[in-house]
């Protein structure tokens, strides 16, 4: 195999809850994950030498989680793996819908199969925290679970969902770091900070909460989601939305069985 092209979908957070702030500097958490189907590219394919990143340009190669978590993988198996690997990006940046981790997770298991590493889950899981927490959950591929820990606990969980979600994204970027450094001195909820820092989201809350089956904000921010059960009422809901001022995206998708889906081998 040459070849191995994923779908990375994103996440909501149907529940999140901060526990505290650990003597390592990470923070334990209590989340429920959710993936819907609305998701970045990720294809890869080997090469004699080098890596080339291309595609959606987001941040500069270094900075980037799928180049970081190459090179956690090849610092793990002690081994160069040369390849090229393109992203496209329809996942928004800093939004909390996790399209970073989703990224990384799809490069790492699509490079242990491409170059056949047999590593297993939890050995991935151990390559994967050492670069973003939230990573484990997208290579577990799980579509509903449950997130403890620092990230490193998923296990599977029941949870009542919509049929339909929608994604309200105010066009403003709330870096997850800056808002765990707030909860740390104001021991406040992300929804309660990020709706200081991003007015909209009052009343996108406002709204959406009246007339959906469960409203609120995924990670960090400012992404909120609303469920429903009947597209119509979907529909009909966004469009009285529209009628009102808001710079930002919409995007509607249905919550899927699975994190990541490889979609071409060869």
Known sequence: MNLIELNAYA????????????????HEIRSVFQAVNFHDVVSISKEDDGFLLTGSFICPKEENLVTKIKEGLEYYVKRELPCKINLVKSIPLSAGLGGGSSDAAATLIGLNNLYEL??????????????GSDIP?????????????????????????SKFYVLIRPHMRIKTSEMYKLHDETKKSFFELAKNICPDISRIYEYFSDVSKQCGMSGSGPTMFAGFDSYDTLTETVNNFFLERFDGDIFVC????NTYLVKREG
């Open 118 to 131: 047999g590593l297993t889950k939890e050995k991935l899981f151990e390559i994967a925290l050492g670069v």
């Open 11 to 26: 996440k909501i957070n149907l529940i999140l809850e901060i526990i505290k702030k650990l003597p390592s500097g990470y």
């Open 254 to 257: 249905e919550p899927c069985d």
């Open 137 to 161: 959950y997208f290579i577990s591929n799980q579509g509903t679970a449950l997130v403890e820990g620092v990230g490193e606990r998923v296990s599977p969980y029941k949870s009542e969902l």
